[in-house]
Structures are given as C-alpha cells and as structure tokens.
C-alpha cells in the first residue's frame, strides 16, 4: 500500500518561499507510470491542482501558479517537493500531495496547513 | 481551462434515499471524469475513476455514469457514513480541474 506523507513549515511569511516535501512509502517514486501530484485547499472551499512530476521527470504546472512553481524529485530519498515562491495571504491553503494513476488520484496524503503570515 | 460544474451545491437527504451529483464541463472530456469522497479534515479519496469504473474497496452503492460534458454519481441507499463533500475532477487537458463540491448532509 502508498503512502504519502506531506511535511514543511506550517508558516510562511509574506513574500518569502513554501517549500513542502512528500515521502513516499510503499512504492518508488522513479518506477512504473506514475505522477505525483500537489494539490491544495484553502480553508473551506475547494481544490485546486498545482502541477505534478512524472516518474521520468517531466514537470507540468498549473499556468496560474507556473511562474511561482518548481516540483523535484529526490528519488534516492523517494521524495518529491514543492516550491512556491513570492507567497501572498491567498497562498493559504491546506496542501496535498498524491499521486496518479492513469490520471486519477489514487493515494493521498493527509495534507499540511500552510499559513501565509508576517 | 475546463471548468466543472457540479449541482446541486448542497443536498439534505434521508438514510437509504437515493443521492444523485450531477458534474456538467465546459467542453467535451471523454471519459476522463473521476469522483471523490471528501469527510471532515480528511483528504479526498477516490471512488470512481474514468466516469464509471470503480475504485478498488468502495462499496457497491456507489456509481459514476456519463461521458463527454454531462455526468453523474449516484449513491444507492445512502448511508449515514456517506455524509461528505463529493468532488469531480477531470484529466482530459491541463490544468486539470475539479469542482467545487457538492456537500451531502444526513437528515
């Protein structure tokens, strides 16, 4: 069974770099056919697909976030990351990671709040 | 973007009635049309995958049907454990998107 677990500072300041990491368990993260996956929630509404990273490395962005955005891969620590730069009060958001298979998100971790706050 | 469409927003329904969610998109999608089952401070979790194709360990009750804008998750005789936000998502381009929620009360 996957599992993923989303870990990173819980507060970020105004203007300043998110950086999130998810550890994969149960599977590799460079094998099979897989994409894995951020996505988030701001406090009581819905969901919103940030960008992934496919087992060969290939990125895609979500174009509303694209030039704030970089997902890695660390396959000798089978984790994945995000990167969100220049974050605003609107980067507040409950944020997930998962993965994908075919294109549908089969695992999922518990998510990690993030709050944008000086 | 593809946008998604989900009605009704918000459904108050008896044990053992039948729900139905309708998630309409912007643009023809295939079949590339998935639902999730979203509890309290829980993340989501698939329940069906490709419109209509099951995910391994979700009970019978649910099911998913529809094909180019215009599809449906229906859940038969309804359970106090299905009390949730239900949400679709497609993957037929980028960005992918999903709706924004139907949330299903227990009377």
């Known amino acids: 069974q996957v599992q993923l677990q989303e870990s990173g500072p819980g507060l970020v300041k105004p203007s300043q770099t998110l950086s999130l990491t998810c550890s994969v368990s149960g599977g590799s993260i460079s094998s099979g056919s897989y994409y894995w996956s951020w996505i988030r929630q701001p406090a009581g509404k819905g969901l919103e697909w940030i960008g992934r990273?496919?087992?060969?490395?290939?990125?895609n962005y979500n174009p509303s976030l694209k030039s704030r955005i970089t997902i890695s891969a660390d396959t000798s620590k089978n984790q994945f990351s995000l990167k969100l730069s220049s974050v605003t009060a609107a980067d507040t958001a409950v944020y997930y990671c998962?993965?994908?298979?075919?294109?549908?998100?089969?695992?999922w971790g518990q998510g990690t709040l993030v709050t944008v706050s000086s | 973007e593809i946008v998604l469409t989900q009605s009704p927003d918000f459904q108050s329904v008896t044990p053992k009635e039948k729900v139905t969610i309708t998630c309409r998109a912007s643009q023809s999608i295939g079949s590339s049309l998935h639902w999730y089952q979203q509890k309290p401070d829980q993340s989501p979790k698939l329940l069906i995958k490709f419109a209509s194709q099951s995910f391994s360990g979700v009970p019978s009750r649910f099911s998913g049907s529809g094909s180019g804008t215009d599809f449906t998750l229906t859940i038969n005789s309804l359970e106090a454990e299905d009390a949730a936000t239900y949400y679709c998502h497609q993957s037929s381009s980028l960005p992918q998107t999903f709706g924004q929620g139907t949330k299903v009360e227990i009377k």
């Open positions: 990273i496919y087992t060969s490395g290939s990125t």
């Open positions: 998962a993965r994908a298979s075919g294109v549908a998100f089969d695992f």
